[in-house]
């Protein structure tokens, strides 16, 4: 009935980044050059070409990950070598890195001059990320999602963990020919060769297959690297990558072949360098945007694979070996990783244009494909010589210029004059970036970044071609017009780094389901000339179910500098109601004189789960006062209850309140949209929430008119117990009787939860007499490591504990209605199980009699785990009435209370003249102090309700003595 979804929130950041991708053997991986303590060729556990590849759903579309491998980043602090890595994690080999230490940017004036400089920002931050990220291999049954959790969760020193997807070439369907090369017409191609047409010097690295080497239209344009001597098994040149001379390939110890050899059968590859760089005016075959641009072929792709693994490791060689313009027409739609994007900023800040297909799933504006979606990246689009966008092209977010492509000849076949129609944005993306290679010789001056810029500037628009499709269509690309351009007195205006945030700009971790939402982005101007009353307007363009209502939807800036200006601005809205799906938005920017520029923004629902943690246990919370549960959406959950590193301990919970006999609200309703609570505040940060509902959302006849305040939190952070502080208000006007709240937990130890057993845990509560406000309940499973100690305690005379447990449908429902929530408050403790199964619990207090209006009543529900529940009660024992505080001297004398019970007062034995004395109730709230008089201190307790207390005496620099109070009436 329950299942592990280990959705637990792979976070935490940080950046840097080193290829030493030398050569990844994957596990066998040869990694070369490496530095950091790796002889040349170090032996591996299993080889990745036997490892297999898995498939996950997600969001609707399936995800390839490769089984047995993940991304690794270490903790800042915890290391920057591949043997801090396996000293970590036993049982992980590394099989490749990214930036090594010494490749780190270090120059101090370059750091002062540009401090303002928001590129240069995001080198340091992606150099940071990339020094601590390694690529792993782990022999374990665990799936890479499970394996990526487990290291977050359960080791210290990683900070963050990712599967190494694997991506997929964007082949479109073989449709017949329909002309030679009608694009070049399209695009003005010959009318821009009469003007320039770019250098031999400027090289296109092609990231794909491999190429066939020896095709007659490709073969005199393929890139040497002269310092290199090829087949030697030496990295001549020092580049970090071994015979590297006509090409790289990442793939050898899968294929066994030689790590310079880029040839392949497979003949994307070579369809791809023909659309971008085959030879042009030499009287054979055909022409490529590129005209004199040569390439450099970079094989990604294992021989008789359609897997591209090492896709991102060739925008670091691209970054590493200063290529001008890298294409990558491969990618999938996938989770956002923060890794890539920092491989992304690495390239970039190292001044290549990066250059990748669409994807070829169609117009989904909610999907995003990667790398083509990630900020920096010149996503491509598909149409045809009509300007008619393809049905199949993918646009949205993940483009930002349209290629004419589908139906043009290029380059195929293996040692022949060979050549084929091609279709898919594969060939859409070497179109725009041979063009960028002329850019890049047209205008040497201009930094990678300007030239994505320029390259969008410079094209025209075709929404009246594509009127179903108009919202958000990028332009398509013209050839004459960007070697025209002059790209000092242009405005190229662009926005990036969006995200969703709370009001000081942070990342958003959670949100409330109906709360205020805070857009993040940067807004760019990255060519010379400057821009004056710049205007960015934020719209909605799909909103895929939410109900979004702007609230500050633009932002202006009086002017915006010509080249690295970049500046921050916020919107804002409010969603009354949000989708699982992404909520798709158009940002439209327009300045004096400048063409107005639109651009698609996707968000992701953020959960609405807090996720308060300590080091041992953690907690999801909603901000409609629901508890996880690993059956909702997985844009919906949190961990439940969680005992770190791996086990969840509940499935759906959440809190429940009644009042006047008949009223009852509940978050336990198994649909988290329906529960009746909703948020009035939420203050959170990881180990502290508190969360402030009303049940405004209940029916009339249900609503309790109670707002309920809930701080969780834990009060040490390495002991497995929480805690959650619960004020109850009367909100009405009116008098209200037998007001009462509590969480149900359908606890599960051991999967599903099935044969788990529940009895009083009297061993968790101290002697208190006869305190009818406190009670703890236990459950557990034979055979099983952990037991759960549940309760409540409070020092209210009115108070009855409402604690206990039994079969999940006779607890929790469904249909959980007010009748049976305010039966289930009058069973005090005696609510208990007859046997075995599957077990729900009831920790909550009714306070019996009337609650005046504005009148509040307090109580604390306790939480602790153990591997017994001897172990999980002591710790609740503890945290009622801790033995010590701070440092216990035996030469100080023992503090006696008396009498026990006391009523009025009480004596303290066993002080002297100036001790400072502490009375401290069961949920660790100071509740009176003073000064004693001398040896013997007469404490005044007629306004203290009845219960148990602790006294704390300390005595100067010597150190605390404590005794415990009972207080009766």
């Known amino acids: 009935m329950k299942s592990l979804g280990l959705n637990m929130p792979m976070s935490r950041i940080r950046p840097r980044f080193t290829c030493c991708y030398l050569l990844p053997a994957v596990v066998s991986l040869l990694l070369v050059g490496m530095s950091d303590g790796f002889a040349q060729t170090p032996p591996m556990p299993p080889t990745l070409s036997s490892m297999q590849v898995v498939e996950r759903s997600w969001n609707g579309v399936v995800v390839r990950m490769l089984k047995g491998a993940l991304r690794v980043r270490l903790a800042p602090g915890c290391g920057q070598s591949a043997a801090d890595v396996e000293r970590a994690v036993p049982g992980v080999t590394v099989v490749g890195r990214y930036l090594l230490p010494h490749e780190v940017t270090d120059d101090v004036q370059s750091r002062f001059a540009r401090v303002d400089d928001a590129r240069w920002l995001d080198r340091r931050r992606a150099e940071d990320i990339l020094v601590r990220t390694f690529d792993v291999i782990y022999n374990d049954d665990r799936s890479p999602l499970e394996m990526a959790q487990y290291l977050i969760t359960k080791v210290p020193e990683v900070d963050y963990a990712e599967p190494w997807y694997v991506d997929e070439v964007h082949v479109g369907p073989n449709d017949p020919r329909l002309g030679e090369q009608p694009a070049f017409d399209v695009v003005r191609g010959p009318q821009a060769w009469q003007i320039f047409r770019g250098d031999s010097s400027v090289i296109i690295g092609i990231s794909d297959s491999g190429v066939d080497p020896n095709h007659p239209d490709l073969a005199p344009n393929i890139a040497v690297r002269r310092e290199e001597v090829p087949d030697n098994g030496v990295d001549d040149d020092g580049n970090g990558y071994v015979d590297d001379y006509s090409g790289y390939n990442f793939t050898g110890s899968m294929d066994d072949t030689k790590p310079g050899d880029a040839s392949s059968r497979q003949s994307h590859g070579t369809e791809v360098s023909g659309m971008a760089a085959a030879r042009t005016d030499n009287g054979i075959g055909i022409a490529a945007t590129g005209f004199t641009s040569k390439f450099f072929p970079i094989k990604v792709q294992p021989r008789n694979s359609s897997g591209v693994l090492y896709g991102y490791h060739s925008l670091l060689y691209a970054a590493r070996t200063r290529i001008p313009v890298l294409n990558c027409s491969w990618g999938s739609p996938k989770p956002y990783s923060p890794i890539e994007q920092a491989l992304v900023d690495y390239a970039i800040a190292n001044n290549v244009v990066l250059v990748a297909s669409g994807g070829n799933r169609g117009n989904s504006l909610q999907e995003r494909n990667y790398p083509s979606a990630y900020d920096g990246v010149l996503g491509v689009a598909e149409s045809n010589s009509s300007d008619v966008v393809v049905s199949s092209s993918g646009l949205g977010a993940s483009v930002g210029i349209i290629a004419p492509s589908n139906g043009s000849l290029t380059t195929t076949g293996f040692g022949v004059e060979a050549y084929a129609t091609a279709n898919g944005t594969s060939f859409a993306s070497p179109m725009v970036a041979g063009m960028c290679a002329v850019l890049r010789a047209r205008f040497p001056q201009l930094t990678a970044r300007q030239i994505y810029a320029l390259a969008k500037r410079c094209a025209v628009d075709v929404r009246s071609q594509n009127r179903s499709r108009a919202q958000g269509l990028p332009r398509r690309m013209d050839m004459l017009l960007a070697v025209t351009i002059d790209p000092t007195v242009v405005v190229a205006l662009e926005c990036d780094r969006a995200a969703l945030v709370d009001a000081a700009g942070r990342a958003l971790l959670a949100a409330p389901a109906d709360g205020r939402y805070h857009v993040q982005f940067r807004i760019e101007n990255a060519l010379l000339a400057a821009a004056n009353n710049v205007r960015v307007e934020l719209t909605t363009l799909d909103d895929a179910g939410w109900e979004v209502s702007w609230g500050d939807s633009v932002s202006t800036v009086a002017m915006l500098n010509g080249g690295a200006t970049y500046l921050q601005h ?272 009831l920790h909550g207090v009714l306070f019996q009699g009337t609650t005046p209006p504005g009148g509040q009543r307090r109580f604390t529900i306790i939480i602790a785990l153990g591997t017994t529940v001897a172990e999980a009660s002591q710790r609740v024992f503890n945290h009622l009435l801790p033995t010590s505080v701070g440092n216990i001297d035996e030469h100080l004398p023992t503090l006696k209370v008396t009498p026990i019970p006391a009523q009025q007062y009480a004596t303290l034995t066993g002080t002297h003249h100036g001790a400072e004395y502490t009375i401290i109730d069961v949920r660790g709230v100071v509740v009176k102090r003073g000064i004693a008089s001398d040896e013997r201190t007469i404490i005044d307790l007629r306004t203290l309700p009845a219960g148990v207390y602790q006294a704390v005496v300390t005595h100067g620099l010597h150190g605390t003595t404590t005794g415990h109070i009972v207080v009766f009436e």
Request: glycine fraction near 8%; include cysteine.
């Open 570 to 841: 916020a919107t804002w809205f409010t969603a009354a109601k949000r989708s699982s799906l992404p909520l798709v938005v158009m940002a439209t920017i327009t300045a004096d004189g400048a063409d107005t520029v639109e651009r698609v923004l996707v968000f992701d629902p953020v959960s609405d789960f807090y996720i308060v943690e300590n080091e041992a246990m953690a907690i999801g919370v909603s901000s409609r006062a629901a508890i996880g549960s690993y059956s909702a959406p997985v844009n919906a959950i949190g961990p439940g209850v969680f005992r770190k590193p791996d086990e969840v301990l509940v499935s759906q919970c959440g809190l429940v309140a009644v009042a006047n006999s008949t009223q009852g609200s509940r978050a336990l309703t198994y649909n988290f949209d329906a529960s009746d609570f909703r948020p009035v505040d939420v203050t959170y940060e990881p180990g502290r929430l508190r969360l402030v509902v009303d049940d405004s959302a209940a029916a009339a006849a249900d609503r309790t008119n109670v707002r309920i305040d809930m701080t969780w939190s834990f009060p040490r952070s390495t002991v497995p117990l929480a805690t959650i502080d619960v004020v109850l208000t009367n909100t009405t006007e009116a008098d209200v009787v037998d007001m009462g709240a509590g969480v149900i937990m359908d606890w599960d130890v051991g999967s599903g939860g099935q044969q788990n057993v529940s009895e009083p845990a009297p061993g968790a509560i101290p002697d208190v007499a006869d305190n009818s406000g406190t009670a703890m309940q236990s459950f557990w499973r034979r055979g099983f490591t952990t037991a759960i100690v549940a309760g409540v305690a409070t020092t209210d005379p009115e108070a009855r504990a409402q604690n206990g447990a039994g079969p999940l449908p006779n607890v929790a429902g469904p249909p959980l209605t007010a009748s049976l929530l305010n039966d289930l408050f009058t069973r005090g403790t005696t609510m208990q199980p007859t046997g075995a199964g599957d077990l729900a619990g």
